[in-house]
């Protein structure tokens, strides 16, 4: 049981790991206690993007007289949503999308696959199944755990996390999201769209907190327009079950905020998942926030290296860890220099309808790193691709330096934000003057164009 590497973790980055390392010829085995794909493609990512898109239609068919269509002519039954259709498809796109057997597909490929719970004994030695494995490397990969906030009968009430919510086998009648994050706000459009009625409770003024507040209100308003209510400010502090659905209860400048709904959603966020990796063993540093590791990802085990989630400090993106992983890949096993990391611009985005992309600073945080800033703001509404398509919500907002022009971020609420950003993101990451943007030739009609207008704006003030 000697390895060349042993990989806890079979997510996106473990994954990447071993299957590169084997590429270069070494022995490789890898620890995975649950499925391999990790949490993006079984419980997260992947799944919750196929619900939206089911939503997405869903909605469109019930609003298609704006459009100048009759979906559902009359006497016919209006448009409707087959759960258990969703979720075969569900089911449908993960395995289209590992490949089938993701078991068997990684054993094929030359990886000793070990399916449980992974421990230190030593620095070189891993136990799992019983057995203990000696590797002269070892990735940890172990990704991240929902955190459940003490809450006074949460846990005899019962609650779901983004896991369970993605295979519920009925569509609930009503929820309450108890969190204001990118997990919240794409589970309470979801469900919203396929008729529960939604409420959220966040801790927060404002939801997204970390997003321009331009932005995050508008989206807000989007939300609370599609029916989902939105309590900000509250502090929940107890639950309790009744006949007519779990009374969730909260405070709010010390006056009481109250909901029911059939199920209760825990999104507060993650922590990375440490606990019973036994790391005191290995000689390798960490706390609440994660495992350390240098600029080159190796932990303070000199032949350990840590990737995706479970580091302290990290971005918790599946594109990060991929890049996280091929970095480690060249560190750990090429045998040439390492490469430090290079976060300079991390894209991400909030696949709501429309979705919310950002890359690099906020006005806020450019300003409190020392910039003098300009910025601009462009609503979409007047632009022709958003009244042809009657998708008019949404504002692009950048954030420049002032004197140079250099983008310092770049901020899209609209239809397909995600896809617009590239531009932006290698903006910020050649560190290249909004004047690169503003003289560039945007094509007509598209929602790009207004990233061209919002960074004439920046040169008009």
Known sequence: MDFDLVVIGAGAAGSSVAAMAVGRGATVAMAEELRVGGTCLNFGCDPTKTLVRSAEVLHLARTATRFGLE????????????????????????????????????????????????????????????????AAKVVIAAGAATTVPAIAGLRQ???????????????????????????AVEFAQIFARFGTHVTMMASQDRILPHEEPELTDALRRVLEDEGIRIETGVRVNRVEPGP?????????????????????????????AVAGLNLEAAGIAYDREGIQVDDELRTTAPHIWAVGDVIAGGYPFTHVASYQAKLVDHNAMSGEAPRPVAYGAVPWVTFTDPELARVGMTEAEARRAGHEVETGTMAIAGFARAIATDQRDGLIKLVAERGSGKLLGGHILAPHGGEMLGELTLAVRLGLPVSAIAETIHPYPTFSDVV??????????
């Open 71 to 134: 979906i559902t002519p009359s006497g016919y039954p209006a448009a409707a949503a087959d759960w258990p259709a969703v979720r075969q498809r569900i089911a449908g796109i993960i395995d289209t999308i590992r490949g089938g057997d993701g078991d068997q597909n990684v054993r094929d490929s030359g990886v000793a696959l070990f399916k449980s719970h992974a421990r230190f004994r030593s620095p070189h030695e891993i136990e799992v199944e019983g057995q203990v494995l000696r």
């Open 157 to 183: 009430a019962g609650y779901i996390t983004n896991v369970e919510a993605v295979d519920l086998p009925m569509r609930p009648a009503s929820m309450v999201i108890v969190g204001g994050g990118v997990v």
């Open 244 to 272: 007519d659905g779990k009374l969730v209860t909260g405070e709010r400048d010390g006056e009481p905020v109250t909901c029911r709904g059939e199920h209760i959603l825990v999104a507060t966020g993650r922590a990375p």
């Open 452 to 461: 061209a207008y919002a960074a004439r704006e920046i040169g008009n003030n």
